[in-house]
């Protein structure tokens, strides 16, 4: 199996939330209707740096689809470790956890 990841964006010139709007829409076929900012993550590989600039999305207009021959999953938090993800994303995912915990204890 080969690596899974999150929608990504170049951002070049262009504003943050417009940014992830055009990946969301080119990417999955959705637009974003209601999110805010969540994280960003730096990450130094050998031949590139990388920021990753995640956003929570609330609620979107379309149907999840894959408009890059690529595979489109929903899966819960604790199939994550059934997944390889590029070592950029593993703070993501930690974060991820992290918030599911908190609000599993504290709901609403």
Request: glycine fraction near 8%; charge should be negative; proline fraction near 5%.
């Amino acid at each position: 199996m080969g690596w899974w990841n999150g929608a990504r964006s170049i951002l070049r010139g262009i504003g943050r939330r417009e940014s992830e709007e055009r990946e969301l829409a080119e990417e999955i076929g959705i637009e974003a209707v209601q999110g805010h900012p969540y994280l960003q993550v730096y990450h130094r590989y050998p031949e590139r740096n990388v920021l990753l600039d995640t956003w929570i999305v609330d609620d979107y207009r379309g149907n999840v689809v894959a408009r890059e021959n690529q595979i489109v999953t929903w899966v819960g938090i604790a199939a994550l470790d059934d997944y390889r993800f590029p070592e950029a994303d593993l703070p993501i995912l930690d974060a991820i956890r992290r918030k599911a915990k908190a609000e599993t204890r504290h709901p609403g």
